[in-house]
T-cell receptor
Framework: AQSVSQHNHHVILSEAASLELGCNYS??????LFWYVQYPGQHLQLLLK??????LVKGIKGFEAEFIKSKFSFNLRKPSVQWSDTAEYFC???????????FGTGTRLKVLA | NAGVTQTPKFRVLKTGQSMTLLCAQD?????MYWYRQDPGMGLRLIHY???????AKGEVPDGYNVSRLKKQNFLLGLESAAPSQTSVYFC??????????????FGQGTRLTVV
């Protein structure tokens, strides 16, 4: 069965610091990968997605993620965070050929102004 | 265009009571999902549906039932609520392209407390 691990549960950064959030999945086949963001009191919104092709994908608000197949990883990055990036970030995976859409436990990011 | 609408937004139940959460989407998506969100546990899939009249179990289906009688609606039922079902429930509607799941569109959530 597919599963997703996010090892960083809480991250605190100062504005302008660089961000990298880890995401690892377990599934031997082909997957679609996603990152979602949940701002306080709101529902989840899509940041970016990977289906195939260039393993470096760019999303909204300056976020990007790199798919490394050999490491089963899909880490989220941003070169310079802003106070408004304070939110919870979720990695999600869908194993192709299934309809299950599985989320990680989330990483709560706090950016200090 | 409302997207995904969940009702109610808040509810307090007594142990043993029943209730139904409604999720409605107006995007003509085939796939709909129910998740619960608990602190430190992320979103866990309860049940999902890949089309009208079909449902399937997710990661944590016990204590819940679902129905998808109409394509645009996906109902989540709690027959006998327990305190362990206190959570925030999210419905998602997923765009599928050529039988592949893509972006999930979420409702605003239902905060359920069972006392």
């Amino acid at each position: 069965a597919q599963s997703v691990s996010q090892h960083n549960h809480h991250v605190i950064l100062s504005e302008a610091a660089s961000l990298e959030l880890g995401c690892n999945y377990s599934y031997g086949g082909t997957v679609n990968l996603f990152w979602y963001v949940q701002y306080p009191g709101q529902h989840l919104q899509l940041l970016l997605k990977y289906f195939s092709g260039d393993p470096l994908v760019k999303g909204i608000k300056g976020f990007e993620a790199e798919f490394i197949k050999s490491k089963f990883s899909f880490n989220l990055r941003k070169p310079s965070v802003q106070w408004s990036d304070t939110a919870e970030y979720f990695c999600a995976v869908n194993a192709i050929g299934t309809y299950k859409y599985i989320f990680g436990t989330g990483t709560r990011l706090k950016v200090l102004a | 265009n409302a997207g995904v609408t969940q009702t109610p937004k808040f509810r307090v139940l007594k142990t043993g009571q029943s209730m139904t959460l409604l999720c409605a989407q107006d995007m003509n998506h085939e796939y709909m999902y129910w998740y619960r969100q608990d602190p430190g546990m992320g979103l866990r899939l309860i049940h999902y549906s890949v089309g009208e009249g079909t449902t399937a179990k997710g990661e944590v289906p016990d204590g819940y039932n679902v129905s998808r009688l109409k394509k645009q609606n996906f109902l989540l039922g709690l027959e006998s609520a327990a305190p362990s079902q206190t959570s925030v429930y999210f419905c998602a509607s997923i765009l599928d392209r050529r039988d592949r799941v893509t972006e999930a569109f979420f409702g605003q959530g239902t905060r359920l407390t069972v006392v």
